[in-house]
């Protein structure tokens, strides 16, 4: 008697895995076969019209006139049957939407993953970068000596060699920290997403994208906002804005999350969860943001509000750098996040 109930119980135990790994399969879309999308396109949202007289420096273009700028670039998928929340994608510093997309390594970006799982995906340019426009005239300004140098807007280029460690490859360049997952055989091919960083502002100037954001969110009547390093903490801006179309924030290695101490009622009407990759403990520049984050967390909680504070090591995926979307087990961090979406939708 005593064999028969140990053997029922080993056989219940092994039901149970088996059901456990067909719902992991069951969050995971399908790598191959033909897309079905009921539409896709682009536009943009937000922006302003400007009048300059310093749009040109060659004598064969005017140098007069009004342009566009401050406006952010969308491009959007919407599968057939979609009955999931959008996610929209929100890029760092000194990249692009392309973050989102095919991996250096020629592997499928979450953009398409999350659009084969089922959701409307929107993938998005800051502000004055990628196919978002920037405002040349008082570069030009400068040049024709009507404005001092200090005028200037701020834009820097990020060297591989500083990204090596901002992005925790390595604790410096080219050293690696063991375990490391990021494809490092594509690096020649993940240099070239890299891209001039433009009207880079920190809080509590708010990025023309954070305003363009919050329309954005409110078209969509509930997105996902992704959010990633740099632009970490945007949805939080956004959500300070107002709340409507918010319906949860991924914030992935954020730059900065919210005061602990300070007005947290916006971040207590939606799921939060700030996600983060390996070695942060051995980066002076990343483990006291994610000190911070976690006292935001303690503080959100403490007033009843719904936020995890999740390190992948702690989940059972270690070696994920700063660029967790493009490391190789990309797939399996994109399964663990719609998950972690269906639970809180």
């Not at 028969?4 to 067909?22: D, E, K, P, T, V």
């Not at 400068?142 to 500083?162: C, D, N, R, Y």
């Not at 980066?283 to 909680?301: D, M, Q």
């Amino acid at each position: 008697m005593f064999f028969l109930r140990f053997l029922s119980a080993i056989l219940a135990g092994l039901f149970a895995i088996g059901l456990q790994g067909c719902a992991h399969q069951s969050q995971s879309p399908s790598l191959s076969g033909p897309l079905s999308l009921e539409k896709q396109g682009s536009f943009f949202v937000g922006g302003r019209n400007v009048k300059s007289d310093t749009l040109a420096t060659l004598p064969q273009y005017a140098s007069s006139g009004t342009i566009a700028i401050d406006q952010m670039y969308v491009r959007y998928q919407v599968p057939t049957d979609a009955n999931k929340r959008p996610i929209t994608l929100i890029h760092g510093c000194c990249l692009t939407g392309k973050t989102w997309e095919t991996t250096p390594d020629g592997r499928m970006g979450w953009d398409e993953y999350f659009l084969r799982a089922g959701h409307p995906v929107y993938v998005i340019d800051q502000a004055w970068r990628g196919r978002s426009a920037g405002n040349v005239s008082v570069i030009n300004s400068t040049q024709l000596g009507k404005t001092p140098a200090t005028q200037l807007p701020p834009v820097f280029s990020a060297s591989q060699e500083s990204a090596w460690a901002i992005f925790r490859f390595g604790p410096e360049y080219p050293k690696l920290f063991p375990g490391m997952r990021f494809p490092l055989d594509a690096l020649p091919e993940f240099w070239k997403q890299m891209v001039p960083d433009w009207a880079q502002t920190f809080p509590p100037v708010l990025n023309p994208t954070v305003p363009a954001l919050s329309e954005l969110a409110i078209k969509l009547d509930g997105t996902v906002l992704m959010s990633h390093s740099q632009s970490g903490i945007y949805p939080f801006q956004v959500a300070a804005l107002n709340t409507k179309g918010i319906a949860a924030i991924v914030s992935i290695e954020p730059g900065t999350c919210p005061s602990a101490t300070g007005d947290l009622t916006p971040y207590l009407k939606m799921p939060i969860l700030v996600l983060w990759g390996d070695y942060v403990d051995q980066s002076s520049r990343w483990s006291p943001r994610l000190k911070g984050c976690r006292e935001f967390e303690a503080a959100v909680k403490r007033a009843s509000g719904k936020v995890e504070n999740i390190v992948l090591n702690d989940v059972g995926m270690p070696g994920a750098s700063h660029m967790l979307m493009q490391d190789l087990h990309s797939h399996q961090i994109a399964d663990w996040l719609l998950a972690w979406i269906a639970r809180n939708q």
